[in-house]
């Protein structure tokens, strides 16, 4: 570093001007600093003057000062105005007298220091002259003493101590601002300015906020503002900058599934909730075998909206689904080719019409459609998270064959193979995100949680991954049915009540129906039974595949189908799987209670003659509440 002439400050080598005081740069640092080696070869001794010796030479007064009169720092020898009670430098307080400045005499042959007998009376008489210095103190001229040279010599190496301190703590918040910061989040931000979905999409798959806003702090770690501003988020950048593509990505990753706010049973009863949720961490068997290596429930339940949803009238049953339902979802599931209520006799005789419930959708979609279709919560605590990571380590071994079949099986379709080395990679990527919070998930992990509900599950998803313009850009390849087929059959065949999952892109939604009085089996009444009926093949009239098959099975998936499903055809021809529930546990028909008391209200309201609108709770898509 090179010290400033006119304040010491050490300043950094590429600094053309001083930070401190923003004085110029020398030419040679290193010539205005005398070390103390050669201090005493250059200086001669000198005669410092006394009192009486100081009244004699008056004249020595009308010299003009080099100091103006200033104060003389004791700590870093920074030179202040008398009128300053604390150092500018160093922040030390002043003297209660202040420090004598030395003058220099202009005697040749020796240099007397006499000290300043009043402030006020040199600071009148001082004028712009620059400051005396003991660099430019030329031989014949004199010297100071060597009492008064490693006094200088002890403050310089003072003020140099104090501003390797400053630079260390202003280096120290930085270090630490940048080892706090979010650079998954800094990186997406990044992105959209440069024009790269990369980190973008890294940054929402991880489950981050795209309605996230700069701060203060961030902004300058980006160090760039004429591109990043204090509260920018993501969708600004993307319309600042004319990112179309990423904009459209932002806008449909923004939780709510639609325009306004979300009222799900959770949301109303939170309290009933976290229960039900400390209620179903208590039902995981987590004894491992060899043979039955995986965390598994012992309790089954299956969730449907209740009937009392249709006693509502049209205008709240309206609002009920919006505030309910993702409609984003249940639309492109519903649109040409429809995937799911594609069939009047399904949904209308047999009144097994599915709606797509919202969730999060923060990278634990899957999670979250899961607990919802058995349990009708969200998967906050992270449960079923943690089963299936169980599931993935102790269970890769009865796993892996039958993914690297699959997968093998895919590839050769595609006329693309692989190495060993990368089969290995992707299966180790696939076991890393089990357990990473908010990373998405894939076919593997869904087949993985039907081993640990112990249950079958159906997925209708589209079958085609579409751009943000429409355009088919990729095969889903997430529809179908994954079986227990890592389970002996004869073991769960009586648990064969189906779980029914939508896929969109990127976006897993649970599929529930509403209870209806007629909904029975099969024609006969029975209160305590009801009864949705899942179909088996899509509107083309074509078996769902069945995934994770071996060589072996392959071909024979209609026996599979009726050995893990209790199937039925209907009167027009449809192969469909019996969905069954036997009515709600106490938590959750308590919750639902709740939640139904808030339409009623505003049932009761909308028929009053004044017809009162009720005032919206902060129940928003934006998260979940504070008591939830």
């Given at each position: ?7 010491t ?7 053309l ?5 923003r004085g ?11 070390t103390?080696?050669?201090?005493h070869e250059q ?11 100081s009244k004699?030479s008056t ?6 000062p080099?100091t103006?009169?200033k ?11 008398p ?7 160093c922040?030390s307080?002043?003297p209660?007298a202040p420090s004598?400045v030395?003058?220099?005499?202009p005697?040749?042959s ?7 007998s009043s ?9 712009t002259?620059p400051?005396?210095r003991v660099?430019?103190i030329?031989e ?22 104090s501003g ?5 703590g ?6 630490r ?26 940054f ?20 760039r503002?004429?591109a990043?501003?204090i509260?920018?988020t ?7 900058f ?10 449909s990753s923004?939780?709510?599934g639609?325009p306004g ?6 949301y109303v009863?939170?309290e009933l909730?976290?229960a039900?949720r ?13 043979s039955?290596?995986f965390?598994?429930v012992?309790?089954?339940t299956?969730?449907?909206l ?5 006693d ?18 249940q639309?492109?599931l519903e649109s040409e080719?429809?995937v799911?209520?594609?069939s ?12 797509a ?5 923060q990278g ?7 607990m919802?279709a ?10 079923l ?7 993935l ?5 009865l796993?892996?064959?039958?993914w690297?079949?699959s997968?093998?099986?895919q590839?050769?379709?595609l ?5 060993e ?12 995100r ?6 998405s998930l ?8 039907a081993?640990v509900?112990?249950r079958p599950v ?27 087929l890592?389970?002996d ?12 999952l ?9 599929l ?6 007629r909904t029975?089996?099969?024609?006969v ?5 009801r009864?949705c ?28 189908l009726?050995?893990w499903l209790?199937?039925?055809t209907t009167?027009g021809g449809?192969?469909?799987?019996k969905q ?11 919750m639902?209670?709740e939640w ?11 028929g009053?003659?004044?017809?009162r ?5 902060d ?10």
């Amino acid at each position: 570093k090179w010290m400033c002439e006119y304040c010491t400050y050490e300043n950094f080598p590429n600094a053309l001007k001083c930070t401190m005081c923003r004085g110029a740069k020398p030419l040679s640092s290193t010539a205005a600093i005398i070390t103390a080696d050669n201090l005493h070869e250059q200086l001669k001794p000198l005669r410092i003057a006394d009192s009486e010796f100081s009244k004699q030479s008056t004249h020595l007064h009308h010299h003009q000062p080099c100091t103006g009169g200033k104060w003389s720092c004791v700590i870093c020898t920074y030179e202040n105005w008398p009128k300053s009670r604390k150092c500018i430098m160093c922040g030390s307080a002043a003297p209660t007298a202040p420090s004598p400045v030395g003058r220099l005499s202009p005697s040749r042959s020796n240099l007397a220091i006499i000290p300043t007998s009043s402030p006020e009376r040199d600071y009148s008489s001082s004028t712009t002259k620059p400051m005396c210095r003991v660099s430019e103190i030329r031989e014949d001229r004199g010297t100071l003493v060597k009492d008064y040279t490693f006094k200088k010599i002890s403050r310089v190496s003072n003020s140099r101590r104090s501003g390797e301190a400053s630079t260390a703590g202003n280096n120290y918040e930085y270090e630490r601002r940048r080892r706090q910061a979010d650079w998954t989040w800094l990186h997406a931000c990044q992105g959209v300015v440069e024009g790269d979905p990369v980190p973008v999409e890294a940054f929402l798959e991880s489950g981050g906020d795209p309605t996230r806003q700069l701060t203060a702090s961030e902004v300058s770690l980006l160090n760039r503002p004429s591109a990043f501003d204090i509260g920018h988020t993501l969708v600004h950048l993307a319309i600042r900058f004319h990112r179309e593509d990423m904009l459209a990505m932002l806008v449909s990753s923004i939780d709510g599934g639609g325009p306004g706010l979300k009222r799900v049973p959770s949301y109303v009863a939170p309290e009933l909730a976290s229960a039900i949720r400390r209620h179903a961490a208590t039902i995981f068997n987590a004894k491992h075998s060899h043979s039955l290596p995986f965390p598994f429930v012992t309790e089954f339940t299956t969730f449907i909206l209740p009937a009392e949803i249709e006693d509502l009238p049209s205008a709240v049953q309206e609002q009920l689904f919006e505030e309910l339902l993702d409609k984003d979802v249940q639309q492109q599931l519903e649109s040409e080719p429809a995937v799911i209520n594609w069939s009047v006799e399904i949904t209308v005789q047999l009144g097994s019409r599915l709606y797509a419930l919202w969730n999060r959708s923060q990278g634990d979609c899957l999670l979250d459609s899961l607990m919802q279709a058995t349990w009708g919560v969200f998967d906050r605590d992270s449960l079923l998270r943690g089963a299936l990571a169980d599931s993935l380590t102790h269970g890769g071994h009865l796993l892996y064959p039958r993914w690297l079949e699959s997968e093998t099986r895919q590839a050769r379709q595609l006329e693309f193979s692989l190495s060993e080395a990368q089969w290995a990679e992707d299966w180790s990527s696939l076991v890393g995100r089990a357990s990473q919070p908010g990373a998405s998930l894939q076919q593997l992990h869904v087949f993985a949680l039907a081993h640990v509900l112990r249950r079958p599950v159906i997925v209708y998803g589209v079958k085609f991954v579409k751009s943000f313009r429409g355009e088919d850009i990729g095969y889903a390849g997430f529809q179908g049915n994954l079986f227990l087929l890592l389970f002996d059959y004869i073991l769960i065949k009586h648990h064969l009540t189906p779980v029914a999952l939508g896929y969109t892109r990127g976006h897993f939604s649970a599929l529930v129906p509403v209870e209806h009085s007629r909904t029975h089996d099969m024609g006969v009444p029975n209160n305590m039974v009801r009864v949705c009926y899942l179909p088996l093949v899509d509107s083309e009239r074509k078996l769902l595949p069945i995934h994770f098959l071996t060589k072996a099975e392959v071909g024979s998936e209609e026996h599979l189908l009726r050995q893990w499903l209790d199937v039925s055809t209907t009167d027009g021809g449809l192969l469909v799987a019996k969905q069954r529930a036997q009515g709600h546990p106490l938590l959750v028909a308590q919750m639902l209670e709740e939640w139904l008391n808030h339409y009623r209200s505003l049932a009761q309201m909308s028929g009053t003659p004044y017809n009162r609108t009720i005032p919206a709770h902060d129940f928003s898509s934006d998260g979940d509440t504070d008591d939830e």
